[in-house]
């Protein structure tokens, strides 16, 4: 699979959010002093059968005299390569919400919501996808697992249960468990972190030694990268 560059991000994650991108739009507002939209679209990923490309377009909403207010959101497309159908996949995570629904969204001002693609099953009838959940100017941080199996339509959101922790990390798939999703789980100020294995229900079990992977092709386009401001 090939990697993107090497970048920073906020959980040190091996799938990075464009942390970089995001940050430096919120801080060139120069002296505007009306709310800013800004877009980024991803690279696309492709599936190992090549049937399917998905990939992220990020919404960052600047408010230059209430930085707070700003949010940062996301929506995640699926392309059919062969059919030329689009779709898009929503998560069930605290602040997720579609960005281009054009309603009133201020109760989630102030929150950072980005879904990423970061892999595709060997057989490439499941998408893995990385949650990104903050709130601007807080310790809180964390991922959700956000799967779309092809064969149900159906797509799951999940992160860790029954233990605790402050932050989660998600690795990919899991590999001594092929159903389930690789967290590495971290409490804040402690220095050792901890992996699990976590399966679509939250269902949670120790994976020590496990490893992570994931399938499929990152490809740039004309389109990937910073959009023009509106």
């Keep these: 699979m090939n990697h993107r560059s090497v ?135 964390s991922d959700y697992a956000v799967i779309w199996d092809s064969a149900l339509n159906r797509v799951s959101t999940f992160a860790p249960t029954q233990i605790h922790y402050t932050n989660a990390v998600i690795l990919g798939w899991s590999q001594t468990y092929p159903n389930r999703v690789l967290f590495r789980t971290i409490n804040m100020g402690e220095p050792d972190s901890a992996l699990c294995a976590v399966d679509w229900s939250g269902q949670t079990v120790a994976a020590q030694d496990d490893q992570a992977i994931v399938f499929g092709q990152r490809v740039n386009s004309i389109w990937t990268g910073p959009q023009a401001k509106h």
Excluded at 72 to 95: C, D, I, R, W
Aim: charged share 15%.
């Design 7 to 141: 970048q920073f991000d906020p959980l040190d994650s091996p799938h990075p959010i464009p942390w970089n991108w995001v940050m430096a739009t919120l801080t060139d507002v120069h002296s505007a002093s009306v709310p800013q939209l800004h877009c980024y679209r991803s690279q696309s990923l492709i599936s190992p059968d090549g049937q399917y490309a998905a990939y992220s377009r990020i919404q960052v909403q600047v408010y230059p005299e209430e930085p707070l207010r700003s949010r940062v959101s996301s929506v995640l497309f699926l392309e059919n390569l062969k059919t030329g159908s689009l779709q898009t996949l929503m998560p069930a995570s605290p602040f997720s919400d579609n960005p281009f629904a054009g309603e009133n969204q201020s109760e989630l001002a102030g929150t950072i919501a980005v879904l990423i693609p970061i892999g595709w099953s060997k057989q490439s009838d499941r998408l893995l996808a990385r949650e990104f959940e903050s709130i601007f100017c807080s310790d809180i941080a």
